[in-house]
């Protein structure tokens, strides 16, 4: 097969999908005639070809899609004028901490936020499948760890943690904003007053606890010392 034909057959198999496609899916495709690096070579060039055009090829934490450019977002939106509905700013607060400092538990992110985190706000991102619990600190109570997952990197566009928004001394709780902005177009369905319903009772229903900074004297993120019984989080780089 040449390399054109090849181009073709990951071009129809990456438009047809449902999901992303791994490069061991890919592969498959050629009966692993073509190893990993020819793959992703062709790849390469398949996202090259599209450049220039309303849709992209892109490389995410879970594998390979096709998806509209962020620039034409506005376009499609009038497709479905209904805005989605909104997560409070509780929970998307909690989801940025625990992308930036995980792994964490519940007392690790009160600790930071300076409130009590409710239940129903981790619930909900399990329910979203933004994060997970990926072990236990080995404390008294064995607290749940939290970490990130590959659909959120996947929501995110994005391949890896190492492409999150910088950190900016002195601004939101960790990129809040960039968070809000790149995740919330991709809410949830249900009944936009239950869900206002429930961000509000969120926010308003937080108990304060002791608040530890964001960042150190010298401007630096403030992360805390690992511990050693902690598991890192989940490998989310370039899926093979």
């Given at each position: 097969?040449?390399?054109?034909?090849?181009?073709?057959?990951?071009?129809?198999?990456?438009?047809?999908?449902?999901?992303?496609?791994?490069?061991?899916?890919?592969?498959?495709?050629?009966?692993?005639?073509?190893?990993?690096?020819?793959?992703?070579?062709?790849?390469?060039?398949?996202?090259?070809?599209?450049?220039?055009?309303?849709?992209?090829?892109?490389a995410?934490?879970?594998?390979?899609?096709?998806?509209?450019?962020?620039?034409?977002?506005?376009?499609?939106?009038?497709?479905h004028?209904?805005?989605?509905?909104?997560?409070?700013?509780?929970?998307l607060?909690?989801?940025?901490i625990?992308?930036?400092?995980?792994?964490?538990?519940?007392?690790?992110?009160?600790?930071?936020?300076?409130?009590?985190?409710?239940?129903?706000?981790?619930?909900?991102?399990?329910?979203?499948?933004?994060?997970?619990?990926?072990?236990?600190?080995?404390?008294?109570?064995?607290?749940?760890?939290?970490?990130?997952?590959?659909?959120?990197?996947?929501?995110?566009?994005?391949?890896?943690?190492?492409?999150?928004?910088?950190?900016?001394?002195?601004?939101?709780p960790?990129?809040?904003?960039?968070?809000?902005?790149?995740?919330?177009?991709?809410?949830?369905?249900?009944?936009?007053?239950?869900?206002?319903?429930?961000?509000?009772?969120?926010?308003?229903?937080?108990?304060?606890?002791?608040?530890?900074?964001?960042?150190?004297?010298?401007?630096?993120?403030?992360?805390?010392n690992?511990?050693?019984?902690?598991?890192?989080?989940?490998?989310?780089?370039?899926?093979?």
């Open positions: 097969m040449n390399t054109q034909d090849a181009k073709r057959v990951l071009e129809t198999a990456l438009i047809c999908a449902s999901q992303p496609l791994t490069l061991r899916e890919l592969r498959s495709l050629f009966a692993d005639e073509l190893g990993a690096d020819s793959v992703r070579s062709l790849l390469d060039e398949l996202s090259r070809d599209w450049e220039g055009r309303g849709v992209e090829l892109v995410l934490a879970s594998g390979w899609r096709f998806q509209s450019r962020p620039e034409l977002r506005e376009y499609l939106d009038r497709l004028p209904e805005k989605p509905p909104r997560y409070s700013r509780a929970v607060e909690t989801l940025a625990i992308a930036y400092r995980q792994p964490v538990t519940r007392g690790d992110i009160e600790d930071i936020r300076g409130v009590v985190v409710a239940s129903q706000i981790v619930k909900q991102l399990e329910d979203r499948g933004w994060i997970e619990a990926i072990g236990h600190r080995e404390t008294p109570g064995r607290p749940a760890l939290y970490a990130t997952t590959k659909s959120f990197l996947d929501d995110l566009g994005l391949a890896s943690l190492e492409q999150l928004p910088a950190l900016e001394v002195g601004g939101e960790p990129a809040f904003e960039a968070l809000q902005g790149r995740l919330l177009d991709d809410a949830p369905e249900g009944a936009p007053g239950e869900l206002a319903a429930d961000a509000a009772a969120d926010d308003a229903t937080e108990v304060p606890v002791p608040s530890q900074s964001l960042f150190g004297d010298d401007g630096t993120p403030a992360l805390p690992p511990d050693p019984n902690d598991p890192p989080p989940q490998p989310q780089s370039e899926p093979a």
